[in-house]
Nanobody
Framework: QVQLVESGGGLVQAGGSLRLSCAAS????????MGWFRQAPGKEREFVAT????????YYADSVKGRFTISRDNAKNTVYLQMNTLKPEDTAVYYC????????????????????WGQGTQVTVSS
């Protein structure tokens, strides 16, 4: 069982930055592909970014490419999402997700591919 706890959300003006963190419990973090998703009111949950076991591969949604950066620190069981040049359309609840797979480490972009989810952290970008 893996528990994920997000932090770092808040209210920021357009053009500003935030750094989200997701702390994972358990001993399987090093073998977990990690992802960030977001969900705005009235919309479906959408993919934001993903990172493989050792951070060797990352992949981003087109809407955040060049502005957001996903990274991880396996020694701290933590994955990060650095968000720069924020826009009002980035406003959403951001969720951290994990998929533990001892046999394969590749980017994964659909919610159904992930096993564990955090409770979410609200990000609000004002114009």
């Amino acid at each position: 069982q893996v528990q994920l706890v997000e932090s770092g959300g808040g209210l920021v003006q357009a053009g500003g930055s935030l750094r989200l963190s997701c702390a994972a419990s358990g001993r399987t973090f090093s073998y977990s592909v990690m992802g960030w998703f977001r969900q705005a009111p009235g919309k479906e949950r959408e993919f934001v970014a993903t990172i493989t076991w050792n951070g060797g591969s990352t992949y981003y949604a087109d809407s955040v490419k060049g502005r957001f950066t996903i990274s991880r620190d396996n020694a701290k069981n933590t994955v990060y999402l650095q968000m720069n040049t924020l826009k009002p359309e980035d406003t959403a609840v951001y969720y951290c997700a994990a998929r533990t797979d001892y046999t394969q480490s590749r980017v994964r972009i659909t919610p159904g591919e992930y096993t564990y989810w955090g409770q979410g952290t609200q990000v609000t970008v004002s114009s």
